[in-house]
């Protein structure tokens, strides 16, 4: 009973830890299921739930944001009818690329060397692209272009592939179509809350029946839950921080050696 509970709060460490890194907190979670050797069928549905506390997190941190948001909605505010309408176009993408190729990516799900490989090339590829981008004249998410916010939209579909990471698809993509670090590390923060629901509504629906079989109660579901929430949290406030001095080297870095290392120990398993 004791390792049970220690593997619903780890499960729930990882998901705060690493839903708003670059770092794919997905790829993580299979990963974890490996090393620790047990049954990531049986916890499916709870890491797609505990998903929604870290995403809680956000609304938590920038609620001024959304409030002021919506009342710039009822007063007709250009600025924050610009700012519903970016989130609003990138998250299309996903929904529909989702829908479609749901099953192939179900598939994915279960291939942990995949992961590990997504790891590898994902950081090179942020590497590749800090060293590459000088500039940035975008600040704001409302001052997204259309044209670009359909690009990073598009972009994030690439995290699909588990490994990749959506939070990091989406801050490089942004950062590819000159959108300064902030912005595009928030923009990846208020893109996630639509993503994420639609993802977890999809796989209640598709699944509902399967929610607290093979061992996982309610209860679990909380306390993993409330710790994601928790380690979120403290996360979002690092991360901020993080990117605005030192940039996204240091998480490139990571996955680089976190990947290589799961990719030797899973061949040599």
């Not at 708003?20 to 916890?43: C, K, M, N, R």
């Not at 590497?127 to 972009?155: C, D, M, N, Q, W």
């Not at 994030?156 to 959506?166: A, E, F, K, L, Y």
């Not at 029946?209 to 979002?236: E, H, Q, R």
Request: glycine share 10%; net charge positive; with cysteine.
């Amino acid at each position: 009973m004791e390792m049970h509970y220690l593997t619903v709060i780890l499960l729930g460490i990882v998901e705060g830890l690493t839903e708003f890194l670059p770092v794919s907190s997905t790829g993580h979670l299979i990963l974890a299921s490996e090393l620790l050797g047990y049954d990531s069928s049986q916890w499916a549905m709870f890491n797609v739930i505990i998903q929604l506390g870290a995403i809680l997190a956000v609304v938590v941190l920038y609620w001024r944001t959304f409030w002021a948001v919506a009342v710039g909605l009822v007063q007709r505010n250009p600025v924050s009818w610009r700012f519903l309408r970016n989130l609003v176009v990138a998250f299309i993408p996903a929904a529909v690329i989702g829908l479609a190729l749901h099953d192939k990516i179900e598939m994915m799900l279960g291939e942990p060397k995949v992961v590990a490989v997504a790891l590898i090339v994902g950081g090179v590829a942020i590497l590749i692209i800090e060293r590459l981008i000088k500039s940035a004249t975008i600040v704001g998410i409302a001052e997204i272009p259309l044209v670009r916010v359909i690009g990073i939209g598009f972009i994030q579909c690439i995290s699909m592939i588990p490994g990749v990471s959506r939070s990091g698809a989406t801050i490089m993509g942004a950062l590819t179509l000159g959108v300064e670090r902030r912005t595009a590390a928030e923009f990846s923060f208020f893109l996630a809350i639509p993503t994420m629901l639609g993802a977890t509504t999809l796989e209640l629906l598709k699944n509902h029946d399967k929610l607290t079989t093979g061992g996982v109660s309610w209860l679990d579901i909380g306390i993993g839950f409330a710790v994601s929430f928790v380690v979120a949290i403290l996360v979002i406030k690092w991360f901020v921080g993080i990117v605005s001095k030192h940039g996204f080297g240091p998480f490139a870095w990571y996955r680089i050696v976190a990947g290589a290392a799961a990719l030797i120990w899973l061949t040599m398993k």
